[in-house]
């Protein structure tokens, strides 16, 4: 029950002393957004005034907000690469960074085909861990009780390898996982997870799923809030009760672990707490041997609250198939991140997932933002006046326009574009909240993956190769990412030109381009077609001659100009979709995994 604090705050009152404590601190950050941010500014300025990057600016000690808007250029992930490398092969000098760089933090953002390197020095993790700790006092104000049971978070860490120069690389969220704030935390009633860290920090994602599943069947009435970090990573663990509930329920029937499970610390944690249990396996066995699996997150966690994942931004292509299997639990989207800062939260968290709007907190990192507008092209110049744009800064964006977010942090990016376009909605006292429209250039998304249109397009190009000695080659192509069937995949529809139609390619040539197409996609993608079996095998849906001819009619007559219309490369309207497969003539997958490692290939 939520209690009146003496702390009471305007968002509601706390829970506990504790909520209390935090939420003042986002009342304090959110009415002073303006001098939280210059002074932001001002130490990140001075703490790096002798790197090497403030320096070749000739910022010269200066930490005001004109000197440096005026001194340093925006920038993106490409211009920072030679320093990036130079970090990576070693270069411990301070570069970026006054603090020594204690890992990079391996972005799903990709360049020339590899994961984004972000450094980050290790005070990063106590502002990390700072934005976690206010989600919990939020969702109290909304949901009473959460004290009185237990998360189910489906966790995981991945692959982490080193650069040349020694540093880690690794996802920030394994990064976070595996540091002392998360492993050694203190105990919260709030925030009690029935999976085990050594469950969590498993890196053989069967094992880890496997026993985060079975720790959570058994505690199934505790359970009060189920979650990933995205959707995708939810809905992927339910295809795997799935797959794997008559094993669950043998292991739980039997009290004996399944043999699968060989990591050492993990059998020895699980094996404590698995007693033979007859009447839950029985329970498992007769709910999920049903057909219709329609509800059946609440069937089995009863006391289900809401679901804590991220729907917004590309995830929102899962929200019906999460309805459909949570019999329309709130969906809470509590924060937004990146590997380069993390950003704010949602001070609403169980308002409809078309309503997010994320507040930034100002004390993170140092914000601007690029209005984003069409007549700017991609390097954000408007050229109509030959000007680059002006950057505004926090406290002063306006309600109902789209921006770019522009980042200047303590681990040392400066005016670094993040590439995500957000849009104004209002104001939690003076700090703006957004609602997340897109990632800039994304065309294909099942998990973190993200494909842009030049990927799509050298992808096609290179599996089109294999066309040759049939005489054939594609000449119109769109793509989808069909979500229907978890994991997801990406679908590719192909017209072909086929010269001669007595040696038109077959179900093997075309089933060998699905996989050079996904041999030619980014790291990312592969590695969740590998290590993470997030994504399914891609699949080329061979369209009728004439279709794309019928695509454009149909542009044309809902308004298209014809002089200017271009084929959309991916297509989510279901008019379009109905027309595509009705024209399909035959569909092939790729029939094997692509080649990936998590050592980088550059
Ligand atoms: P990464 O750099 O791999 O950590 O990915 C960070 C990116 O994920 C962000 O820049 C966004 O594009 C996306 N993202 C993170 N949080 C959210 C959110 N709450 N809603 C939508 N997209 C998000």
Not at 320 to 349: H, I, K, Q, R, V
Not at 554 to 564: H, L, P
Request: charged content about 20%; proline content about 6%; hydrophobic content about 35%.
């Amino acid at each position: 029950m939520a209690v009146d604090s003496p702390l009471s705050s305007p968002l509601g009152p706390p829970a506990c002393e504790k909520d209390a404590k935090a939420l003042q601190f986002i009342e304090e950050m959110t009415r002073n957004a303006e001098s939280v941010q210059q002074r932001v500014l001002a130490e990140i300025l001075s703490r790096n005034a002798q790197t090497e990057y403030l320096t070749r600016f000739q910022l010269n000690g200066a930490t005001d907000r004109e000197t440096f808007k005026s001194k340093l250029p925006v920038i993106t992930y490409e211009d920072l690469q030679p320093e990036i490398h130079r970090i990576a092969n070693g270069d411990r000098s301070a570069i970026l960074s006054a603090h020594p760089i204690s890992e990079f933090l391996t972005s799903s953002g990709t360049s020339a085909g590899e994961r984004k390197l972000m450094p980050t020095i290790k005070e990063e993790l106590d502002r990390r861990q700072l934005l976690y700790s206010l989600l919990m006092p939020v969702m109290n104000l909304y949901v009473a009780g959460l004290d009185k049971g237990k998360g189910l978070y489906f966790l995981f860490v991945k692959s982490e390898t080193r650069t040349p120069g020694g540093l880690l690389a690794r996802p920030v969220l394994t990064s976070y996982y595996k540091s002392d704030h998360f492993k050694t935390r203190p105990y919260d009633p709030y925030n009690i997870y029935t999976s085990p860290n050594e469950a969590i920090l498993c890196p053989d994602s069967f094992q880890s799923m496997y026993t985060q599943m079975l720790c959570g069947l058994l505690d199934r009435h505790q359970v009060l809030r189920l979650g990933a970090v995205f959707a995708s990573g939810l809905l992927r663990a339910i295809r795997f009760l799935q797959l794997n509930w008559r094993q669950l329920a043998h292991d739980m029937e039997t009290g004996s672990l399944n043999s699968k499970i060989t990591d050492p610390s993990l059998r020895e944690c699980i094996v404590k707490t698995l007693k033979p249990n007859p009447e839950l396996a029985q329970f498992v066995r007769h709910e999920c041997s049903k057909d219709d699996w329609e509800g059946i997150i609440v069937r089995i966690w009863p006391n289900t609250k809401y679901l804590d994942v991220i729907v917004t931004g590309a995830m929102a292509q899962y929200i019906p198939t999460l309805d459909y299997y949570s019999g329309g639990l709130p969906l809470a989207c509590t924060m937004y991140a990146s590997s380069e800062c993390y950003f704010g939260l949602n001070l609403n968290p169980m308002c409809k997932p078309s309503e997010v709007s994320y507040t930034i907190m100002p004390n993170m990192a140092y914000f601007e933002f690029l209005p984003h507008e069409s007549n700017l092209d991609s390097t954000g110049f408007d050229f109509t006046h030959e000007l680059p744009p002006k950057l505004v800064d926090l406290v002063d964006v306006e309600v109902g326009k789209e921006y770019e977010l522009v980042i200047t942090t303590y681990a040392g990016l400066c005016r670094y574009r993040v590439g995500d376009i957000l849009r104004v909605t209002g104001f939690h006292n003076s700090a703006p909240q957004f609602h997340f429209i897109k990632r800039k250039n994304v065309l294909l998304s099942i998990d973190s993956d993200k494909t842009d249109e030049a990927e799509l397009q050298t992808a096609v190009e290179n599996a089109s190769h294999l066309l040759r000695e049939h005489n054939a080659s594609v000449v119109e192509y769109m793509s989808h990412a069909d979500t229907k069937i978890i994991p997801g995949h990406y679908v590719v529809y192909w017209e072909l030109l086929v010269k001669d139609s007595t040696n038109s390619p077959d179900n093997d040539t075309l089933e060998q381009c699905c996989l050079a197409m996904e041999e030619s996609l980014n790291s990312v993608y592969r590695q969740g077609r590998v290590a993470d079996n997030s994504i399914g095998p891609l699949e080329i849906r061979v369209v009728k001659n004439g279709t794309f001819e019928e695509l454009m009619d149909y542009a044309i007559s809902r308004g298209a100009s014809i002089n200017q219309y271009k084929v959309p490369r991916c297509v989510n309207f279901t008019p379009i979709m109905e027309l595509l497969d009705s024209r399909v003539v035959s569909a092939h997958f790729s029939p094997a995994l692509p080649h990936w490692s998590p050592e980088r290939s550059q």
